[in-house]
Every structure is written in C-alpha cells, then in structure tokens.
C-alpha cells in the first residue's frame, strides 16, 4: 500500500511554510486509530519522548503525566517496557493517579485520597491511620491540580462502617 503524506502550504507575502510535522502527527493517529489492539503486556512505554502507560486488559493507551507519576507507578510495581515498539492506541488522555493518600504541595498539610471510583477527598484524622495502614504513607509535593485531573472531588472523605 503507498503512503501519502498531507502537506499543507500557506503563503504569507514571499514565505512558503509547509506543515511537514503537522501532517506526519496526523497520519500517525489515523494510523494508530485504523490498526488493531495491541497483544503487549501493561506497563509503561516511551513513544517520541513521553511515556505512556498501556493498559492490555482495558485496551487503553494514557499519558504519564510527570515524573513523580512514573517513579510511583514504578514504586508500585507498574513494569517499564522502556523503547520497546508502541504505538498509543485508545488514547485516554493524561493518566489519574494511582488509588492512595496524597499530601500536596501548598494544600495547608491536607492529606488527600483517590479511591478506585475515579473520586478524590479529603482524609479526616480519625480515617488516615485507616488508610495509612492500607497504603502506606501519602506521597509528598505533588500538585492538587495535578492528582486531582479527572476525578470527582467529594468534599471529606466518608468513614467506612
């Protein structure tokens, strides 16, 4: 099958632009759209310069949004497949943070919760040793804008029972 690739010219006075990346960024997405689910494990992967996490059982591709979010992935046991061949299929947009306890940089020593409900709270005393026992101690200096992308925040977090 020959490939085309789309060039786009604009004429400003005597200035010719051709939009060479533009168009390769956009057949690579039809390209990614057109090809079936990948068969690769889960873990994250490096596609041109960012990482990306691939979901085998979901069938979904979503961007690793900073290094504090890969070290924890990593922390937590997500394998990384490093420059092994991927492709993003399924795109998902930025990834959520993992289910745990939060602190976050400016947020007045407020321990925050992501929950496996896509939901983000606050964690009273009374429920953080609850919590500290189950996922260990909240992860430090990340952003509350950051964590909480995505999520539905609930206000204080409800005490199980």
Same mark, same amino acid.
């Not at 409900?117 to 909240?138: A, D, K, M, T």
């Given at each position: 099958?020959?490939?085309?690739?789309?060039?786009?010219?604009?004429?400003?006075?005597?200035?010719?632009?051709?939009?060479?990346?533009?168009?390769?960024?956009?057949?690579?997405?039809?390209?990614?759209?057109?090809?079936?689910?990948?068969?690769?494990?889960?873990?994250? @992967?490096?596609?041109?310069?960012?990482?990306? @996490?691939?979901?085998?059982?979901?069938?979904?591709?979503?961007?690793?949004?900073?290094?504090?979010?890969?070290?924890?992935?990593?922390?937590?046991?997500?394998?990384?497949?490093?420059?092994?061949?991927?492709?993003?299929?399924?795109?998902?947009?930025?990834?959520?943070?993992?289910?745990?306890?939060?602190?976050?940089?400016? @947020?007045?020593?407020?321990?925050?919760?992501?929950?496996?409900?896509?939901?983000?709270?606050?964690?009273?005393?009374?429920?953080?040793?609850?919590?500290?026992?189950?996922?260990?101690?909240?992860?430090?200096?990340?952003?509350?804008?950051?964590?909480?992308?995505?999520?539905?925040?609930?206000?204080?977090?409800?005490?199980?029972?």
């Amino acid at each position: 099958m020959k490939k085309n690739k789309i060039v786009s010219l604009f004429v400003i006075g005597t200035t010719v632009t051709a939009s060479i990346c533009l168009a390769t960024a956009i057949s690579e997405s039809l390209q990614a759209v057109a090809q079936p689910a990948p068969n690769i494990p889960s873990g994250i @992967y490096a596609h041109q310069g960012h990482s990306y @996490y691939w979901s085998n059982s979901g069938k979904f591709t979503c961007h690793v949004v900073g290094p504090a979010q890969l070290k924890l992935w990593i922390k937590k046991g997500v394998r990384s497949y490093g420059r092994a061949p991927f492709t993003p299929h399924n795109f998902q947009g930025g990834c959520t943070w993992p289910q745990g306890l939060y602190t976050p940089a400016n @947020y007045e020593g407020r321990v925050m919760y992501i929950n496996g409900n896509r939901e983000i709270c606050h964690v009273s005393p009374s429920l953080f040793p609850l919590l500290q026992n189950q996922y260990g101690p909240p992860l430090e200096g990340v952003s509350i804008t950051d964590i909480s992308k995505g999520l539905n925040n609930i206000g204080s977090c409800p005490n199980p029972g």
